[in-house]
Each structure stands twice: as structure tokens, then as C-alpha cells.
Nanobody
Framework: QVQLVESGGGLAQAGGSLRLSCATS????????MGWFRQAPGKEREFVAA????????YYADSVKGRFTISEDNAKNTVYLQMNSLKPEDTTVYYC??????????????????WGQGTQVTVSS
């Protein structure tokens, strides 16, 4: 089992920044990919970013490319999502997720095995 706990959400002004954290615990050695998703009410869960622990490759949705950066601190078992140049349309709940099997398409939420509880991000105009 892997446990994920997000933090760092809150209120920011348009053009501002926030950094989300995702602390992992449990069988963290089994994690192959860590991802960030977001989901607005009534909408499907949307891929934001992912990082592969086997290759170090990083992946981003077009909507956040150049503004958001995913990173991880292995010593702290924590994954981060640095969000800069925030826009009101970035407002929603953000989730971190862990994939333990690997070899799956990183942008598909159905491919992840564990999820955090979510953290709200609100960007005011």
C-alpha cells in the first residue's frame, strides 16, 4: 500500500504562484510514476503533470507547459508541483497519484493505483 497526502493549496491571485506537495509513505519503493491531476465539479479528472522515477522524464499537459514544474525530493519521499503564472482557469481541486506497475500511459488517470485526498487551488482574477 502507498499513502499520499497533498498540501500547499490555497488562494492566489492571477499571475501568482503556489507550490503543492505530495508526501508519500508506505511501499514507496514500488512507485514507478508520480502524477498530478485536477478535477473541476462535473468534469473528468484532467492530467496535469507526471514524473517517471525510472527515467526521470517529466510530462506536462499543454495547458500548463511552461508554467508548472513537477519535481521530487527522494530523501523526503515528496513530489512537488510548482505552479507559476496562475490563471483563474487553474482553479479546481488538485490530486497527486502514484503508479506502481509502470508501462502505462502517464496521462490516463485510470492507470494510477493510489490517490491523495486532493487540495483546493483557487486563483482570483
Amino acid at each position: 500500500q502507498v499513502q499520499l497526502v497533498e498540501s500547499g493549496g490555497g488562494l492566489a491571485q492571477a499571475g501568482g504562484s503556489l507550490r503543492l506537495s505530495c508526501a508519500t509513505s508506505g511501499r514507496t519503493f514500488s512507485i514507478v510514476v508520480m502524477g498530478w491531476f485536477r478535477q473541476a465539479p462535473g468534469k473528468e479528472r484532467e492530467f496535469v503533470a507526471a514524473i517517471s522515477r525510472t527515467t526521470g522524464n517529466k510530462y506536462y499537459a499543454d495547458s500548463v507547459k511552461g508554467r508548472f514544474t513537477i519535481s521530487e525530493d527522494n530523501a523526503k519521499n515528496t513530489v512537488y508541483l510548482q505552479m507559476n503564472s496562475l490563471k483563474p482557469e487553474d482553479t479546481t481541486v488538485y490530486y497527486c497519484a502514484a503508479e506502481v506497475d509502470g508501462g502505462r500511459q502517464v496521462a490516463g488517470p485510470q492507470n494510477y493505483d493510489y490517490w491523495g485526498q486532493g487540495t483546493q487551488v483557487t486563483v482570483s482574477s
